[in-house]
């Protein structure tokens, strides 16, 4: 006779439950990312991964989460996504300067209670992250209502833990982590990339006098969903963003320039000396004054533009002429890169 096996009791995860200021953290990066970049806050390609209860290891408020951006540089975004390390640490530093500028301005945080399916008739399923996509099979009651919380043109998300009940109350200033360790923060972007993220690893850095404020109470308004309709948009809707976009856009203009020039500077080189005569220049001729080679001959004018090079080229004056820069190493292995 066989033994009966013992029934496999279900596995049951557990979820720890964040601390309020890194659970509002969380919220405040997910709306500087949108905003910056100029994304939805979710949905689609753009839904956020679950936060990462990093703060557990690290022994200091901090998570980890990633939130897509579509294909290539940035399909789902306004914002093309820079492959260069340089741009892609502006990149971070304009989401860290628009995520303090929102909890330095102190905003009040909402949470309202709703039912699920009510929540993503009403908002859509850009409130929530991918861990919240689906229900488990056997979901409680309490998996059914959702606690939705607002940061006025921030974000409208449904947290994993409790919040603030304002942005200034998080006890500190938000700090992301960067390096090359696989839990620092990280860009993947690129004409031949596959897909397009970004990896943010956050902390909460406190000098000591920094303290934390109290949790937001649940209320029975909500909001109007008119109200929350441009974060579901692909615009850019910080002030952060704008400016980025004008900085790249600069610096790709400069670069277009700088490549226009080299080229055209190769091809006057490349052009063959005119004429097919040699002349004996060493002496005089009968009918011609002699001519104090002391004295320099007067430049023709410097001509420069996309089709021709000539004259002395007075390389200051290019620069003023055009609004460019001296080529640098840096910009000479941008050249280089593209040209070559």
């Known amino acids: 006779m066989s033994e009966t096996q013992p029934k496999k009791k ?45 703060y557990i290891k690290d022994g200091y408020p901090s998570g980890k989460f990633t939130i897509g951006l579509g294909k290539m540089t940035g399909t789902a975004c306004e914002l093309s996504i820079p492959e260069s390390e340089e741009g892609q640490a502006s990149l971070l530093d304009a989401i860290e300067k628009a995520a303090n500028r929102i909890v330095a301005e102190n905003v009040p945080i ?50 994993a833990g409790p919040v603030l009940a304002s942005t200034g109350s998080i006890g500190g200033t938000i700090v992301l982590e960067r390096g090359t360790q696989p839990m620092h923060c990280k860009v993947s972007a690129g004409k031949k990339a596959r897909k397009c993220s970004l990896a943010i690893k956050f902390r909460i850095s406190s000098d000591g ?31 952060e ?12 203009k400069l670069e277009q320039e700088a490549v226009a020039v080299a080229e055209a500077i190769k091809l006057n080189d490349s052009k063959p000396l005119g004429g097919d005569e040699m002349v004996d220049d060493s002496k005089p001729k009968d009918d011609e004054e002699m001519v104090d080679v002391s004295k320099p001959k007067d430049d023709k004018e410097m001509i420069v533009t996309a089709h021709e090079v000539s004259g002395k080229i007075d390389y200051s004056k290019l620069v003023d002429d055009f609004g460019s820069e001296l080529i640098d190493p840096d910009l000479l292995k941008r050249v280089e890169r593209l040209t070559v």
Do not use: W
């Not at 279900?10 to 720890?16: A, M």
């Open 10 to 54: 279900d596995r049951i995860v557990s979820k720890p439950i964040p601390p309020s200021n890194v659970t509002t953290a969380y919220l405040i990066l997910r709306g500087a990312i949108a905003g910056v970049v100029g994304c939805p806050i979710g949905g689609g390609e753009t839904t956020p991964s679950l936060m990462q209860p990093s």
């Open 110 to 159: 909402h949470v309202f209670p709703m039912d699920r399916e009510e929540a993503i008739t009403k908002y859509g399923n850009g409130i929530l992250d991918q861990s919240q996509l689906k229900l488990p099979k056997n979901a409680t009651a309490a998996a059914k209502n959702l606690s939705l919380t607002s940061i006025e043109n921030v974000v409208l998300g449904v947290p």
């Open 241 to 252: 963003g704008t400016k980025l976009m004008e900085e790249f856009t600069e610096n790709d």
């Open 209 to 239: 006098d920094d303290c934390l404020g109290v949790d937001a109470v649940p209320a029975e308004n909500q909001l109007d969903p008119a109200l929350i309709l441009p974060l579901f948009t692909k615009t850019i809707r910080m002030k």
